[in-house]
């Protein structure tokens, strides 16, 4: 429902009760990633560890969530397994229409339970059932088992963990309605900590429309555009997958454990291409957007003789085909199919749990471990040792497991093996484009490469000026933190200029909003790297592997020299973003 | 006369875009179930999706238990009018609609397809239509 304060639905999972909070903020906080934020600071302790039950688990949306198609995202922000901070992720699916209909700007979870349970949220119920029996079931049965227990069947959101998330897997994502994710920096084992395995969200109410003709006039604007140009047609042709082949073709794809950047003889068998081709079954969307850019790829596998099959649909993106294909040797997708499968019924985010087997698979290669450590022999392009590492990393199995779903860096630290681990505030997303993107993602909020545009400033000759990047990073992160608080996805920045924006906030009433969004985008980008730092950040010590010193792009090899200003010039104003209000 | 269809459903991707545009056109509400075309997994995300709309009964067992005439059967081809001044929100229609296709807001006025075709442009992958009864998915388009 349109309105100016923020609803929150607070449950406490320790003594079993709810309430609501209505509280004030919207000009400067919106809602999504600034709402977040602002949660964080009044329900979070800096001080206490990630896994402490007071700790906040928070699930926030924004004033245009639901209004306008794209506006299908919710920004989840909790206190790090990974480093200890506070962290945003971002997913779709149901969950955002989902909390809008439930009547909720966001959902925030603190206390544990006595024992497992599931919870139940919708504009009309709050209900909190013990579930011990799900407890060590895998994302897929527990998906199965949760259709019969909750209400809502066919149009609820169904957030939930696997195994990884109970074992307190510094990356175990929250599974969202099958085929989205709170993917990075281990939301899930925050869940697991409060003893939580799912979360069905019931978006059963229903709003007025907006009086006057504003609001059909500007959802008409974007739809067609959305719907009737061609901005949005890469997102639903080949998907994010169609970057994979020109990633390759730039000397800019990490082939195993990143130790080259291009692979001329394995490219064609995972590109969007081939993926589109051979392996796509069908599309989905996240309510709310018409765009459909979720890919389900088809795996069909015999498991006994006598032509016994089965069948698996398995969601692709460029992310899991770099971390599980290109990361991991792989030049068929139909394995990659497959080890995707096994990282989503283990709950663990795609990307970390790639990257941190391609560092096993070379610590492995080099004897800094052996097979008594990975218990299955790993090597580049072999899917079935990939499989049983899988099973282990999400079970945390033995000591070298346990340390390695804490981060691949922990792991290295205890067995070696630092200067290849290809760690960039966490393990890496797929552009071994160059200097920028490598210090954007080392240093930036989420680490990921959704904060800046770096990836593709690498990709276009540009002056090595580190002052005028870094001002360009952080322009970029506020006008950013701007469409994540709406909560709009980061594929609509084209569509969602501030104009547009301003456009639709005022259509649905919000005009102190429209008339304040770039200084709330300031604000809020200031609010978190304040949080990261209460949480324990210096952005001084973040390193860069040796490894990506040794990188070849299509510009030649990386100019450590320049990689390293740029590295200090960001880490600096990063310190002055985050430092405390009266002292600035 | 013309008559809804969600002839195509195999081609759904789930986004509610009709849903959404029914209650925002139709019954002038943000919502994706006080709609008359509704769009749900059934059995989980995995196995596509189905609509929750009207068949256009002929003659609509909803109008026959309707007390008040607030829904009444359409001139030809099955489905119902409404008028919504007549509602007394008994819920008779929803009991009476074998196919759920009529569902209640919290006040218990009832929504349902009005075959008005509103939703059809909305839909990405033409999964819907507006066409003459038994001629609906007649022509199949061939993909590029």
Not at chain 1, 39 to 55: I, M, R, T, V
């Given at each position: ?7 929150i639905?607070?449950?406490d999972?320790?003594i ?15 809602g999504?990633?600034?709402l977040?934020a602002m ?17 906040p688990?928070?699930?926030a949306i ?5 209004y306008?198609p794209?506006?299908?995202?919710t ?9 200890g901070q506070y962290a945003?992720s971002?997913?779709?699916?149901r969950s955002?229409l989902?909390?809008?209909f ?12 006595s ?6 949220v ?7 059932k013990?579930?011990p ?6 994302v ?9 227990m909750?209400p809502g ?5 169904i ?6 998330g ?9 599974n969202?309605?099958?085929y989205r994710?709170?993917?990075?920096l281990?939301s ?16 059963d ?8 003709k504003?609001?059909a006039k ?12 061609t901005?949005m ?8 997958a ?15 454990n990143?130790q080259a ?20 079954l069908?599309?989905?969307a996240?309510s709310?957007c018409?765009?459909?850019c979720i ?6 596998e ?7 099959y ?8 460029y992310?899991p085909i770099?971390?599980?294909g290109?990361?991991l ?7 990659v199919?497959?080890l995707?499968?096994?990282?989503e019924r283990?709950?663990l985010d ?5 990257v ?14 052996t097979?008594?450590?990975?218990l ?5 392009g ?5 499989k ?12 070298f497991y346990?340390?390695l779903?804490q ?5 290295a630290k205890?067995?070696k093996?630092?200067?290849f681990a ?9 552009y ?6 490598f210090v ?7 680490h ?22 870094v001002?360009?990073?952080v ?13 709009g ?11 547009r924006?301003k ?7 919000y005009?102190?909003v429209?008339?304040?969004l770039s200084?709330?985008?300031e604000?809020i980008?200031?609010?978190r790297?304040?949080l990261?730092m209460?949480t324990?950040?210096?952005p001084?010590?973040?390193k ?6 040794e ?12 990689m390293e ?5 960001y880490a600096?104003?990063?310190l002055?973003?985050g ?5 600035e | 006369?013309k008559?809804?269809?969600?002839s195509?459903?195999?081609r759904c ?5 009709c ?7 139709v ?13 749900g997994s ?12 009207c ?16 829904l009444?059967?359409?001139k ?6 409404q008028?919504?001044k007549l ?11 074998p ?13 349902m397809?009005l075959?008005c ?6 839909c990405p992958?033409?999964?819907?239509e507006?066409?003459?009864k038994?001629q ?9």
């Open positions: 429902m349109i309105r100016n304060d923020f609803r639905l607070l449950v999972l320790t079993r009760k709810a309430h609501i909070v209505d509280l004030p903020g919207r000009e400067t906080y919106i999504g990633s600034g977040a949660l964080f600071e009044k329900y979070g302790d800096p001080g206490a560890g990630w896994s402490d039950p007071k700790q688990l928070i699930f924004g004033p245009l969530t639901g306008f794209l506006m299908s995202k920004v989840c922000g909790f206190l790090s397994p990974y480093h945003e971002h997913a779709g699916g955002a989902a909390l809008r439930a009547d909720m700007d966001a959902l925030v979870i603190t206390g544990k339970a024992v497992p349970c599931v919870l139940s919708g504009s009309r119920h709050m209900d909190i013990d579930a029996f799900l407890w060590g079931k895998d897929f049965t527990t998906g199965k088992m949760l259709r019969h909750l069947s066919g149009h609820r959101s957030l939930r963990i696997g195994p990884a109970e074992n307190g897997s510094a990356y175990a994502c929250i969202v309605d099958t994710h709170f993917g990075r281990g899930g084992s925050v869940m697991g900590a409060k003893n939580l395995k799912a979360i069905a969200i019931v978006g109410a229903s709003f007025p429309l907006p009086e006057g504003a609001y500007c959802f008409h604007e974007i739809y067609d555009q959305v719907t009737e140009t901005m047609s890469k997102y639903h042709d080949l998907g994010t169609g970057n994979v082949a020109a990633l390759d073709a730039l000397k800019s794809l990490p082939w195993r990143l950047t291009s692979d001329p003889g394995r490219i064609e068998g995972i590109s969007g291409e081939r993926f589109a081709k051979d392996m796509l069908r599309n989905a996240c709310g018409p765009v459909g890919h389900i790829g088809y795996l069909r015999k498991f006994m003789a006598d032509n016994r089965l069948y698996r649909q398995v969601a692709y993106d992310e770099f971390s599980l290109s990361m040797g792989f030049g068929d997708g139909f394995k199919l497959g995707m499968d096994a990282v283990e709950g795609c990307m970390s749990g790639g941190a087997l391609a560092w096993a698979t070379e610590a492995l290669e080099k004897g800094l471990i097979e008594a450590e990975t299955t022999p790993l090597a580049f072999e899917p079935e040792g990939y049983a590492a899988i099973r282990h990393l999400g079970a945390a199995t033995n000591e346990r340390l779903a981060g691949t860096l922990v792991a205890r067995y093996g630092e200067d290809c760690v960039l505030g966490q393990e890496m997303a797929g071994a484009t160059g200097e920028t993107f954007s993602e080392a240093l930036s909020f989420r990921s490469h959704l904060d800046s545009s770096a990836y593709s400033a690498d990709q276009k000759a540009q002056d090595k000026d580190a002052a005028k990047i001002a360009g990073f322009k970029d992160e506020a006008s950013r933190c701007v469409l994540t608080s709406m909560v996805c980061l594929f609509a920045r084209g569509v969602f200029t501030e104009e924006m456009d639709a906030l005022n259509s649905l009433g005009q102190g429209a008339a304040n200084q709330a985008g604000a980008q200031k609010l790297w304040r990261r209460r324990g950040l210096n001084m010590a973040a860069i592997p040796k490894r990506y010193a990188v070849v792009t299509w510009k030649g090899p990386i100019d450590t020299v320049y200003q740029l590295r200090q010039a600096a104003r990063l002055e973003l430092r405390e209000e009266g002292l | 006369m008559t809804f269809f969600a195509r459903m195999e991707i789930g986004c509610q875009s849903s959404l545009a029914c209650a925002r056109l019954h002038k509400r943000l919502s994706w179930h006080t709609a008359g075309i509704r769009i059934s059995g989980g995300i995995s196995t596509g999706f189905e609509a929750r709309v068949l256009a009964c002929d003659p609509p067992p909803c109008a026959a238990a309707c007390p008040t005439g607030s009444s059967p359409r030809e081809d099955g489905g119902v009018k008028d919504r509602c007394i929100r008994c819920g008779k229609c929803v009991a009476a609609c196919v759920n296709a009529i569902v209640v807001d919290e006040l218990n006025n009832p929504y397809c075959h075709g509103r939703c059809v442009p909305y992958h033409d999964c819907l507006l066409a003459v038994g609906a998915n007649f022509v199949q388009e061939v993909a590029e």
